[in-house]
């Protein structure tokens, strides 16, 4: 059974830096398409950051020049570093996987999610 597993999160001060993972294990077939998504109290989730298999990627006009995702598919791990932090990057980070497992039909996958909290 394929999982996502996110690590990295924590408390931050304003300005400051977070490295955050995402590692895919199981029967994986293929990665595709790897998405960061995170979710603040009251808010609904949004897209962050994603990335293509062939490391094309996209980023949510609030974290653009700040953030950055990218891929080792060696490890079948995505990351997102982010930069500059501010308070209204407080939220629980998930990750999603367009993953194919072997055996079974592509579909998406979610990680348990990690808290990143920006606060002096």
């Known amino acids: 059974q394929v999982q996502l597993v996110e690590s990295g999160g924590g408390l931050v001060q304003p300005g400051g830096s977070l490295r955050l993972s995402c590692a895919a294990s199981?029967?994986?077939?293929?990665?595709?398409?790897m998405t960061w998504f995170r979710q603040a109290p009251g808010k609904q989730r949004e897209l962050v950051a994603r990335?293509?298999?062939?490391?094309?990627?996209n980023y949510a006009d609030s974290v653009e020049a700040r953030f950055t995702i990218s891929r080792d598919n060696a490890k079948n791990t995505v990351y997102l570093q982010m930069n500059k932090l501010e308070p209204e990057d407080t939220a629980v980070y998930y990750c999603?996987?367009?993953?194919?497992?072997?055996?079974?039909?592509?579909?998406?996958?979610w990680g348990q999610g990690t808290q990143v909290t920006v606060s002096s």
């Open positions: 999603n996987g367009d993953i194919k497992e072997l055996g079974l039909p592509r579909r998406g996958y």
């Open positions: 199981g029967h994986i077939e293929n990665i595709y398409t």
């Open positions: 990335i293509s298999s062939s490391g094309g990627a």
